[in-house]
């Protein structure tokens, strides 16, 4: 295949690796006959995320050949092919190359490599756009073999799926819920490795964060009553009980997209209340693992008034699906909620788990009408060529207690009075009743004459 000269030279892509199981001596330089022995593959959930969901299918690339190896460093090695690898390796260069018209970004063939070199003599930190090329044309390429034995439909709840492979080696994962992910084993003992000489960064093998592209949000409701936290998931099965005038804390977890391993370029949230108002300024952001670390200050708040009193968080008109439809379109601010425009987030935080917890006031709320909350996340991602948006969602419910007020005249219970007005009062506060849209507030006293203490309770 080459001599170990060129091998020397060669840096196999790690955009993530995995662990191998075979020990072998440091510092030995190990031919082909040594490649026998099976390895592993571990997959992780970004920020320790379940997996739950994601269907894998693994593909060899090619082995290890030629390792020179110095303790738990690689300092060369070479990656060789077999026929069917290689004319599919072969196959998606010839599809890589030919998505741009100029040949700046194709991949070239190295001497003394076959097919299957080529691929992995591609550099991930200089060499960006053809590495997404070429991990999007492997999965387009009708030459793609067989999933290795052992290597199709893995799925698992965990966080971590551990794959058995039969060599070490480089490999092709395809994801149902994300990115593919190129992916070599580690040598022996050694696991880390770098591009080349030049590559200031030793770059660990042996494990893989997985490159999702899905968007999952999850959203509780927690209410403060009496001195008492009642917190529920919202759901239609675990409603929370409120009443109007009720501050209700929501706090949402969602995972900031991958934007160095899955491509995303845009993140934006949007809060949708229906019956609650948001509390401005009550809004914090903190990463799920390090809560002490306060990064509110990175997420861009729309709320009606800040951004100079933008509606909208503005998307970019350039941005096109395949089908040249808009991918970062506009996204109005609801009335009553919020938006979030995440590209410091997705600049700073890619792949973290982030906690984002503000309040709502409950300001008009039936039995047939209960206020419910949403957020929407959005995410779009990009192949090199052509974007994606990818949404989700997730809604809180909340259930509330209607009663009735009847005035009636003081010598006869069974004669309503005409023209009868209440005022009601919670927790000391006077509260407005807005007839053009139902809404209840405790901006000010009204005047009426009559008051009417709300004593209603949750059952």
């Known amino acids: 295949m080459k001599d170990n000269q060129t091998t020397r030279r060669m840096p196999m ?3 993530a690796m995995a662990c191998a199981t075979a020990s072998m001596l440091a510092g030995l330089a190990l031919g082909p006959s040594a490649m026998a022995a099976g390895a592993t593959i571990t997959l992780n959930g970004a920020d320790g995320n379940s997996l739950a969901g994601h269907t894998f299918d693994v593909y060899r690339i090619g082995t290890y050949t030629d390792q020179i190896l110095n ?5 060369s090695l070479g990656v060789r092919g077999d026929t069917a690898s290689n004319a599919w390796a072969a196959d998606a260069i010839g599809i890589a190359n030919a998505y741009d018209p100029s040949t700046a970004d194709d991949i070239g063939k190295v001497y003394g490599y076959d097919d299957a070199g080529n691929i992995a003599n591609i550099k991930m930190d200089s060499q960006a756009r053809q590495l997404r090329n ?6 387009q390429s009708s030459r793609r073999p067989a999933a290795i034995q052992g290597g199709a439909n893995l799925t698992t709840t965990r966080s971590t799926l551990t794959i058995n492979v039969p060599s070490e080696g480089l490999y092709y994962i395809t994801d149902s819920a994300g990115n593919p992910i190129m992916v070599g084993t580690k040598s022996g003992n050694a696991n880390i490795m770098k591009n080349d000489a030049k590559d200031p960064q030793w770059r660990t093998l042996g494990t893989a964060v997985v490159k999702s592209k899905s968007m999952r949000v999850d959203k509780k409701v927690q209410v403060q009553r009496n001195g008492t936290t009642v917190g529920k998931d919202g759901t239609t099965n675990d409603p929370v009980g409120v009443t109007v005038g009720d501050t209700v804390t929501n706090t949402v977890e969602v995972t900031v997209p991958n934007k160095q391993a899955a491509s ?13 108002t948001y ?18 200050a990175d997420a861009i708040v729309y709320d009606g008034t800040t951004q100079n009193n933008a509606k909208s968080i503005p998307g970019d008109p350039t941005l096109k699906t395949a089908d040249n439809k808009p991918a970062d379109p506009d996204l109005a601010i609801p009335a009553g909620g919020w938006g979030i425009d995440g590209r410091k987030l997705l600049d700073k935080y890619s792949n973290r788990t982030i906690v984002i917890t503000y309040r709502m006031t409950v300001d008009k709320a039936s039995v047939t009408d209960p206020p419910t909350n949403t957020i ?16 989700d969602q997730d809604k809180a419910d909340i259930k509330a207690y209607d009663f009735t007020l009847r005035k ?24 407005n009743l ?23 309770h949750e059952p």
Request: charged residues 25%; hydrophobic residues 35%.
């Open 279 to 296: 509390v401005k300024g009550s809004l914090s952001v903190r990463l799920k693992n390090a809560p002490q670390t306060d990064i509110t």
């Open 71 to 75: 303790g738990t460093r690689i300092s």
């Open 434 to 456: 807005d007839w053009n849209t139902g809404k209840w507030s405790d901006a000010g006293r009204p005047g009426f004459r009559h008051r009417v203490r709300d004593r209603r």
């Open 134 to 139: 070429i991990s999007k044309a492997l999965a």
């Open 376 to 391: 929407h996340t959005y995410g779009t991602f990009t192949d090199g060529i052509h974007l994606t948006t990818i949404t």
């Open 264 to 276: 995303a370029v845009k993140f934006k949230l949007i809060d949708q209340p229906k019956g609650q």
């Open 408 to 431: 009636v005249d003081a010598g006869n219970v069974n004669t309503l009075l005409d023209g009868a007005r209440f005022q009601i009062q919670r927790n000391g506060k006077w509260m």
């Open 13 to 15: 892509i790690v955009t």
